[in-house]
């Protein structure tokens, strides 16, 4: 059996586990508007849970495939510095249509995403980030990541063609080079970068932040570019892994008013680190409780987190 055929096979095995996990959800949902106990709704949301998972992780690896052959080709013609976006596009609507999962770009600040070069930055929540990634990347934008993750199939190959920013965090001289050749880069091909400033996920149950890490404040002052903070409202009743959830739902984003570094040395760091943590919690707060943040907000039995629901899915599936 040649190798082809073997991987043909797995994909075909993949495909229909999940297609039966959607299945078994929508067999187990209980009838609209019909009063059910906890244990009663624990097959289907599981099933929910299980079935969105593998979803998920099979359209980020088509996307990254994708996002191969799409970097090989932009470097060709000269524009490798669109990869992620024109991949990030693409993760966008292909998880929109497996999950049901659509993160929504308020109607003010968007303009705040065409700035370039800037250092964008956003909140942490889970692995779901990578789907919010999707939906505010700006054009000529590269991401940084922990070097560990250019050795993970698909996605590390597509990263590192698409001249994504690795940092060894156990390496501090090693991060130090690589932030000072980001900033050539960014004042050479008027590339910006994302960072998430609080270095790893908070799998927050309630809006907060994680302490901020220096190194995107020092990169910012370093380049002189603009901080652009993407603020993501806390979705803890759309994905939750500790309670076995994944809804689908719509999720508010609102970009924030730049921070300018113009003329701000190394001493301005811990300040300017303040200003823009205040301010993104501040707004973190004001998304989560326009509608309110829980298990229980639901309409049509999708999920909200403090925003409009998409009314795809009955019963919270």
């Known amino acids: 059996m040649s190798l082809l055929s073997i991987l043909a096979y797995i994909l075909l095995f993949y495909v229909g586990v999940t297609t039966a996990l959607f299945a ?10 019909a009063p059910t106990s906890a244990a009663l709704q624990q097959p289907h ?4 849970f299980w079935a969105r998972i593998l979803a ?14 799409a970097s090989i080709c932009l470097r060709l013609v000269g524009y490798g ?5 024109t991949t990030a596009r693409s993760f966008k609507y292909a998880m929109w249509l497996v999950t049901g999962v659509w993160f929504d770009i308020g109607k003010e600040g968007g303009e705040w995403l065409k700035i370039r070069p800037a250092v964008f930055m956003g909140n942490h929540q889970t692995e779901l980030d990578v789907l919010m990634l999707a939906t ?14 250019k050795w993970v199939p698909f996605l590390g190959q597509f990263m590192a063609l698409s001249k994504t920013v690795f940092i060894d965090r156990k390496n501090r001289s090693g991060s130090i080079a690589v932030f000072d050749s980001a900033v050539k880069e960014m004042h050479r091909s008027r590339q910006s970068v994302y960072i998430f400033p609080e270095g790893t996920r908070s799998y927050a149950i309630e809006p907060k932040l994680l302490p901020f890490k220096k190194g995107a ?3 910012a002052i370093q380049a002189q570019v603009p901080i652009v903070p993407a603020v993501v409202a806390n979705y803890s009743n759309i994905l939750n892994f500790k309670r076995k959830i994944f809804r689908a739902g719509r999720i508010p984003i609102k970009v924030l008013k730049p921070f300018e570094t113009k003329g701000l040395t190394g001493a301005d760091v811990d300040t300017l680190m303040a200003d823009v943590r205040e301010a993104m919690l501040k707004e973190i707060i004001a998304l989560s409780n326009e509608q309110g943040i829980g298990l229980k907000n639901e309409t ?18």
């Open 24 to 33: 078994a959800a929508h067999f187990t949902a209980p009838p609209n508007g």
């Open 45 to 48: 949301q599981a099933f929910c």
């Open 56 to 69: 998920s992780i099979g359209a980020l690896c088509l996307c990254a495939s994708y996002g191969v052959v």
């Open 81 to 85: 510095g669109l990869a992620q976006w």
């Open 136 to 149: 505010v990347w700006p054009q000529y934008c590269s991401v940084t990541a922990k070097k560990s993750l």
């Open 217 to 219: 404040f020092h990169l």
């Open 300 to 317: 049509n039995g999708g999920a909200v987190a403090s925003g409009v629901d998409t009314g795809k899915i009955a019963n919270g599936s």
